[in-house]
């Protein structure tokens, strides 16, 4: 695939358009069957369809493709984890080795991709050791981050000593990933989440705040932190406010899709009794992403 056409679907996922993404993908791929990185991309874009079979499959042919690509196999993991969330308690089982073996793969292949050595270490805090989880195993990840990603080795140690209840240590270490972050604004929604989580509402509003104003491009963080907030019930004014300021950006992501988050923003208009400018929102996600099943969606849904 050429640099340019790559380039251009890349464009369409950070900013959404998952139709266009697909349709310059199908055509990649008609030419060239085996162009692993097109079925990546395809995976993607499913994933953020959040339809997993298919993302899935994309994902497992571009690791077949191309198999000593850490990305390939972080993405196919993430795919199997999504789907594994979904599906019986057997066969969540299965998938749950999956993908453990897929992420550390990816760690394996780079041994410095730090967001697969963080989606390995959350596997590891979160899967019982019945398939590979286990603390010791995250810590011995959050090690391996310290010398070249402090921030998520921060992370990763605060929900670790957070697991234990130790609060005031979680805490600590979420503010020290803030002051390792070269770029802070995701740490302090973290943070702001643990303060959700212990039901401290104006610090953790408060640290939402922090987080979004440091998003000068007005980015990911303004759907994270009005995510923070819908969780919390609170200030949902607020929280449509910087939604729309994100769909206005020139700075959307790929974690989190044009289409998704006019969903959201449609959902909440819809809550608050503004039903035509929720319908605007809804036909707008439809219109890039016809697959998208928005009226399963609901406000408290992240885009990733």
Same mark, same amino acid.
């Given at each position: 695939?050429?640099?340019?056409? /790559? ?19 199908? /055509? ?33 042919? @571009? ?13 196919? !993991? ?8 979904? %599906?019986?308690? %057997? ?13 550390? /793969? ?19 805090? !979160? ?25 998520? !080795? ?10 234990? +209840? ?8 979420? +503010?020290?990933?803030? =002051?390792?972050?070269? /770029? ?38 303004? %759907?994270?932190?009005? =995510? ?19 769909? @206005? ?11 998704? %988050?006019?969903? +959201? ?12 400018? !929720? ?26």
């Amino acid at each position: 695939m050429s640099a340019s056409l /790559t380039s251009s679907i890349r464009t369409a996922l950070d900013r959404g358009h998952a139709d266009e993404a697909l349709k310059q993908i199908e /055509t990649v791929l008609q030419q060239n069957a085996s162009d692993a990185e097109a079925h990546n991309l395809r995976c993607r874009v499913f994933y953020q369809e959040q339809r997993w079979n298919e993302a899935v499959s994309e994902c497992q042919q @571009a690791t077949q493709l191309a198999p000593s690509d850490s990305n390939y196999h972080m993405w196919l !993991a993430r795919a199997l984890g999504e789907k594994a969330d979904r %599906v019986s308690f %057997v066969e969540a089982f299965k998938l749950a080795r999956q993908v453990r073996s897929e992420f550390e /793969t990816a760690g394996r292949l780079d041994p410095k991709n730090a967001e697969a050595l963080s989606d390995l270490a959350e596997f590891y805090m !979160a899967a019982p050791g019945i398939v590979g989880g286990g603390d010791s195993k995250a810590e011995r990840v959050a090690r391996q981050l310290e010398s070249f990603a402090p921030d998520r !080795a921060h992370e990763i140690w605060a929900r670790l000593v957070e697991k234990k +209840k130790n609060y005031t240590q979680a805490e600590n270490e979420f +503010k020290a990933a803030i =002051s390792a972050s070269s /770029t802070p604004a995701k740490a302090w929604i973290d943070l702001a989440s643990f303060y959700r989580r212990r039901g401290r509402w104006d610090d953790m509003v408060a640290a939402v705040r922090s987080g979004v104003a440091l998003d000068h491009s007005h980015g990911v963080a303004l %759907v994270d932190g009005a =995510s923070t907030l819908l969780r919390a019930n609170r200030e949902p004014q607020l929280a449509a406010e910087w939604l729309q300021q994100y769909l @206005a950006s020139s700075a959307q992501s790929e974690d989190a899709p044009a289409f998704a %988050v006019h969903a +959201k923003l449609g959902n909440l208009l819809e809550q608050q009794g503004d039903h035509q400018g !929720a319908q605007q929102h809804f036909a707008a996600a439809r219109s890039l992403a016809t697959d998208y099943q928005i009226a399963m969606k609901s406000t408290t849904n992240t885009g990733r």
